[in-house]
């Protein structure tokens, strides 16, 4: 069983604890929308993984399999040389994904949001693993076997959960010197230009010392990226910055088109305006926050809730389940965050949309699951007839509210 997924309840623990801590100290922390977008990311990027992370499995199985140099046996030195040599290359990775504008696109919704909290560490790209999965292939080479691989680098990304905090300011300095903390990580998140492109390593941050990226918490930070993406659209959010690359290589000439793939982020040719260069945020600016009718919030909240749910227990049993099986359900899951993400973005389209996706989804995801165990059908049962449910009390509820608007408009009232 995957670490990452065993370690769920751990990550909605801390996010409850810093949900309190913004009570008591009456801090604005959170933002329910912006929250929402984050672990729908998460979502979104840990289903898709049940088949893009088998790319660097496979892969890295392969490499081990036939092309080792050593066999390097499973010792506590050579775990922690491993540990090492993981978060090494992981920081190389990190600094390109950063440094290369092809890359940044499989990077970027991880720093889009403009908060800081513990949520933010689930908002992933799902197109992230194809582009870090070849860095890590030189351990295969050496001889590091496919389940120390697979342990060292999974509790390699579970240390980074924590340090996406405010909760925490500065640690004792040694510590501050050896390990990445929160102070260094809401470096890294920053869009103020003295922060941009520094502290990319994951557990250590001995490497940005080493290789001059790193750079001391000093002033007020603004989180997120310089051009904001306004969206809580996973879809958007993860294709965004690709339209926007895509067309700066179409109008790009010769060997630009290459130059604005693989220069720095921003890059452009003086006939297209020059390079991007990042601005301080002016006095005065708004997130994105559009707020919607209160019934909508409740409906996409409860929405989310069972989606949540729904996706815990899909990640524990699709192992066991067939391909084309995981595959509908990753279809049907991705359509349901994509639809709260419109629902909470007040789109017109969110209603047909949604009464589509829970028509469609109860038909098949009964049918898909009659010949499986009786509580998966019967849990399946009850959650698509309570999503119907309650999507008819909610947007029934919505449209009367509408209609009696109305109403009262053309009465003259």
């Known amino acids: 069983m995957d670490l990452i997924v065993l370690s769920i309840p751990i990550f909605f623990l801390l996010i409850g604890i810093e949900l309190l801590y913004q009570v008591i100290k009456k801090k604005k922390i959170y933002r329910l929308n912006d929250m929402i977008s984050n672990i729908n990311c998460g979502i979104a990027q840990q289903i898709t993984n049940i088949f893009s992370k088998s790319l660097l499995l496979v892969t890295y199985y392969w490499v081990y399999e036939n092309l080792r140099v050593f066999t390097i046996k499973d010792t506590w030195v050579s775990l922690v040389i491993l540990l090492l040599a993981i978060d090494f290359l992981y920081y190389f990775f990190h600094r390109y994904a950063h440094e290369i504008a092809l890359f940044w696109g499989s990077h970027a919704v991880h720093h889009q949001s403009e908060d800081y909290n513990f949520s933010v560490a689930l908002r992933q790209s799902s197109l992230q693993t194809f582009v870090s999965a070849w860095f890590y292939l030189p351990l295969a080479f050496l001889g590091f076997s496919f389940k120390s691989f697979l342990t060292v ?8 959960f924590w340090i996406h905090t405010e909760m925490i300011h500065k640690l004792p300095k ?3 010197f050896i390990f990445n903390t929160p102070s260094h990580h809401r470096v890294h998140h920053s869009s103020n230009p003295k922060y941009i492109d520094k502290n990319h390593g994951g557990t250590f941050i001995i490497w940005d010392r080493i290789f001059g990226t790193f750079k ?3 002033d007020a930070i603004d989180y997120g990226v310089t051009k904001p993406v306004n969206s809580w659209n996973i879809l958007w959010v993860n294709f965004e910055y690709y339209k ?8 790009a000439k010769g060997w630009d088109k290459l130059r604005v793939l693989y220069k720095k982020t921003g890059w452009r040719p003086e006939y297209l305006g020059g ?3 990042p601005e301080n945020r002016q006095i005065g600016y708004q997130k994105y926050d559009i707020q919607v009718d209160g019934k909508m919030k409740i409906y996409s909240t409860i929405l989310f809730v069972l989606t949540l749910l729904s996706v815990g227990g899909f990640l524990f049993i699709s192992p066991q389940l067939k391909i084309f099986h995981n595959l509908i359900y990753v279809i049907l899951i991705l359509w349901t965050i ?11 389209w969110s209603g047909w949309s949604e009464l589509i996706r829970v028509s469609i989804s109860c038909i098949i995801l009964i049918y898909l699951f009659f010949d499986y165990e009786l509580w998966i059908k019967i849990l399946i049962s009850i959650l698509s007839f309570a999503n119907f449910m309650i999507y008819l009390t909610f ?11 109305l109403a009262k408009i053309n009465s003259g009232n």
């Not at 926007?244 to 109008?251: C, I, M, N, T």
């Not at 709260?340 to 789109?347: L, N, Q, R, T, V």
């Not at 947007?395 to 608007?405: D, E, H, L, T």
């Open 153 to 160: 680098a999974t509790i390699q990304t579970l240390y980074q």
């Open 174 to 176: 040694f510590i501050e």
């Open 275 to 277: 390079p991007l260069l």
């Open 338 to 348: 994509l639809n709260i993400g419109a629902i909470i973005e007040s789109k017109t």
């Open 244 to 251: 926007w690359l895509g067309a700066l290589f179409f109008q």
């Open 395 to 405: 947007y029934y509820a919505n449209q009367r509210s509408k209609s009696s608007i």
């Open 216 to 218: 001391e918490e000093e």
